[in-house]
Each structure stands twice: as structure tokens, then as C-alpha cells.
């Protein structure tokens, strides 16, 4: 892949990335669905030695009578009832700002089958402007309507590692580095982040991001000794084997012009 320091890519590169970016998001994202059966591992907190009938009793499903489908309002007080629940604190702080509206859920209906994603929300306004993005997280109706008594702590799991996606925008320096989590929301944008960094510094941040995400949900999934789809590759958690690991689960996922980066930084050879 080659470098763009010094030159911005055109309109037509902007477009290309700012599709491949929207797909990513829900396609890397649909690994996360639940798993229903849970292990009996030792966990050191909040895990399964924690009998069922002492977790939260998720708020129910209201069914419109218009419709015949699930309020949207019963939907969106069923993800903050999960965090605000949520074993971390700082998980539970965020639910207090969703009262304030400066951290909002989206429902959605998720084509791929993804449950739930993090971004930064821009209005569109040009020229884009720092303080118009909204971090948001965005939660596919079917599953959060899904979601059972049994399914929490996987729920919770899944909103453990979009959170640790949040708190990498809150920490973010830079205007390039903040607007790369709304990188989806048109082609002003894209100019901003693509005149700051090249495609492989872009690349770059986008597998570090994912890298301390599943780290982190891993780390956590250990000490609550749940099952989980990511367990296999928490397997690798904290060993060399890990970048390598992490290519596989990904498998091909994210944005083809980042394949020859997330190769090169695992160490792997891309599939012919």
C-alpha cells in the first residue's frame, strides 16, 4: 500500500473508504453476537458464581398495538437498563449520560447482523465541526429485543468492548483522531482524517482500536467466566500468538484497503 503523506486522495478515494468503513463496522462487529450456553469457569467478580436469579431483571418488551412489533422506547430503556447495571462503574457512569442526551443510542436495523457499534455522529454540517459530533451507540432492535435473563452477561459482554471503542474517542488528541470515529459520515470528513494521516496510519489505528477492544472484552470475559464466540480467540489473550490470533478472527474483515497493513502488522501472508 502506498503511502499518501503529501498528497490528498480524490473524492473517488474518500467515497471508496468511507463505504468500505460502513460496511466494516457492522460486518466486524456480527462476530459479537450472543452465545446462550455460559461455562463454569472461575471468574473473580461478576461471573457465573452469581446465581441467575440474583442478576438484573431486564425492563420488558412493549408491543405497539399499531404495529404489532416492540416500542422503540421499551428497546432503547432495555440498553440503558444494561449499562446501568453493568458490573464497571465507569460503564455505569455512561448510562447518566444518556438523561443528558450527550451520549445517545440509535436503534437500528442491523443487516449483517451486528448488535451493537460505537461512532462519533456528525450532523453533516461544512465545514465539519468538533463540536457538532455525538458519541453514539448504535443497537440493532431485533437483538436488544432478543436479549434474555440468560444472555446479560454476553450482553453486557459486547457493550464492554464498545465502550473501551468510546473511551478511545474521549482520549483521542487530535481533530483527524476524533473525526476518525465518525469517518462514515460523508466525504468532508474523510478529507479531514486523509489530509492528516495517510491510508496506512489510518489502517493502523483502526487494527490498534480493535486489538485493545477485544483485549480488553477478553480480559473481562476471563475474570467473569463466561462462553463466549470471542473465546477462542481469547485464548491468545497477552501471548505473541495474539496479532496472529486476532488476523484470523477478523478474517478478512474491515476495510480491503487495510488488508496488506493488518498483515503486515500480524505478521501473516494475505490469502491468495
Same mark, same amino acid.
Given at each position: 500500500?502506498?503511502?499518501?503523506?503529501?498528497? /490528498?486522495?480524490?473524492?473517488?478515494?474518500?467515497?471508496?473508504?468511507?463505504?468500505?468503513? +460502513?460496511?466494516? @463496522? &457492522?460486518?466486524?462487529?456480527?462476530?459479537?453476537?450472543? /452465545?446462550?450456553?455460559? #461455562? &463454569?469457569?472461575?471468574?473473580?467478580? *461478576?461471573?457465573?458464581? /452469581?446465581?441467575?436469579?440474583?442478576?438484573?431483571?431486564?425492563?420488558?418488551? =412493549?408491543?405497539?398495538? +399499531?404495529?404489532?412489533?416492540?416500542?422503540?422506547?421499551?428497546?432503547?430503556?432495555?440498553?440503558?437498563?444494561?449499562?446501568?447495571?453493568?458490573?464497571?462503574?465507569?460503564?455505569?457512569? @455512561? +448510562?447518566?449520560?444518556?438523561?443528558?442526551?450527550?451520549?445517545? @443510542?440509535?436503534?437500528?436495523?442491523?443487516?449483517?447482523? &451486528?448488535?451493537?457499534?460505537?461512532?462519533?455522529?456528525?450532523?453533516? #454540517? !461544512?465545514?465539519?465541526?468538533?463540536?457538532?459530533?455525538?458519541? =453514539?451507540?448504535? =443497537?440493532? %432492535?431485533? *437483538?436488544?429485543? $432478543?436479549? $434474555?435473563?440468560?444472555?446479560?452477561?454476553?450482553?453486557?459482554?459486547?457493550?464492554?468492548?464498545?465502550?473501551?471503542?468510546?473511551?478511545?474517542? %474521549?482520549?483521542?488528541?487530535?481533530?483527524?483522531?476524533?473525526?476518525?470515529?465518525?469517518?462514515?459520515? #460523508?466525504?468532508?470528513?474523510? %478529507?479531514? !482524517?486523509?489530509?492528516?494521516?495517510? /491510508?496506512?496510519?489510518?489502517?493502523?489505528?483502526?487494527?490498534?482500536?480493535?486489538?485493545?477492544?477485544?483485549?480488553?472484552?477478553?480480559? =473481562?470475559?476471563?475474570?467473569?467466566?463466561?462462553?463466549? !464466540? @470471542?473465546?477462542?480467540?481469547?485464548?491468545?489473550?497477552?501471548?505473541?500468538? *495474539?496479532? $496472529?490470533?486476532?488476523?484470523?478472527?477478523?478474517?478478512?474483515?474491515?476495510?480491503?484497503?487495510?488488508?496488506?497493513?493488518?498483515?503486515?502488522?500480524?505478521?501473516?501472508?494475505?490469502?491468495?
Amino acid at each position: 500500500m502506498s503511502r499518501m503523506r503529501k498528497s /490528498v486522495p480524490s473524492r473517488s478515494d474518500y467515497a471508496g473508504w468511507q463505504m468500505a468503513l +460502513a460496511i466494516t @463496522i &457492522a460486518s466486524a462487529l456480527a462476530v459479537l453476537m450472543l /452465545v446462550l450456553s455460559q #461455562g &463454569a469457569k472461575k471468574s473473580l467478580g *461478576w461471573g457465573t458464581q /452469581v446465581p441467575q436469579s440474583d442478576l438484573p431483571q431486564l425492563p420488558a418488551v =412493549v408491543i405497539d398495538p +399499531a404495529t404489532g412489533g416492540p416500542t422503540d422506547l421499551s428497546l432503547i430503556l432495555r440498553a440503558e437498563f444494561l449499562f446501568a447495571n453493568h458490573p464497571d462503574p465507569e460503564i455505569r457512569a @455512561i +448510562a447518566a449520560l444518556f438523561k443528558t442526551m450527550s451520549v445517545q @443510542i440509535h436503534l437500528i436495523d442491523a443487516s449483517q447482523g &451486528a448488535a451493537m457499534y460505537f461512532l462519533a455522529f456528525h450532523d453533516g #454540517g !461544512v465545514p465539519p465541526d468538533l463540536r457538532s459530533l455525538i458519541p =453514539v451507540f448504535r =443497537v440493532d %432492535r431485533k *437483538w436488544i429485543a $432478543s436479549v $434474555s435473563l440468560a444472555q446479560i452477561r454476553n450482553a453486557m459482554l459486547i457493550i464492554t468492548h464498545e465502550c473501551e471503542h468510546y473511551k478511545q474517542w %474521549r482520549r483521542a488528541t487530535t481533530t483527524a483522531e476524533k473525526f476518525f470515529f465518525a469517518m462514515n459520515s #460523508g466525504q468532508e470528513v474523510a %478529507r479531514i !482524517v486523509f489530509e492528516a494521516m495517510s /491510508v496506512e496510519q489510518a489502517c493502523t489505528m483502526w487494527w490498534k482500536n480493535e486489538s485493545a477492544a477485544y483485549l480488553h472484552q477478553c480480559h =473481562v470475559l476471563h475474570e467473569w467466566g463466561i462462553t463466549d !464466540v @470471542i473465546e477462542s480467540l481469547c485464548e491468545r489473550a497477552d501471548t505473541a500468538l *495474539w496479532n $496472529s490470533a486476532l488476523f484470523d478472527h477478523l478474517n478478512g474483515r474491515g476495510p480491503p484497503p487495510c488488508q496488506p497493513t493488518f498483515a503486515r502488522l500480524a505478521d501473516r501472508e494475505l490469502p491468495e
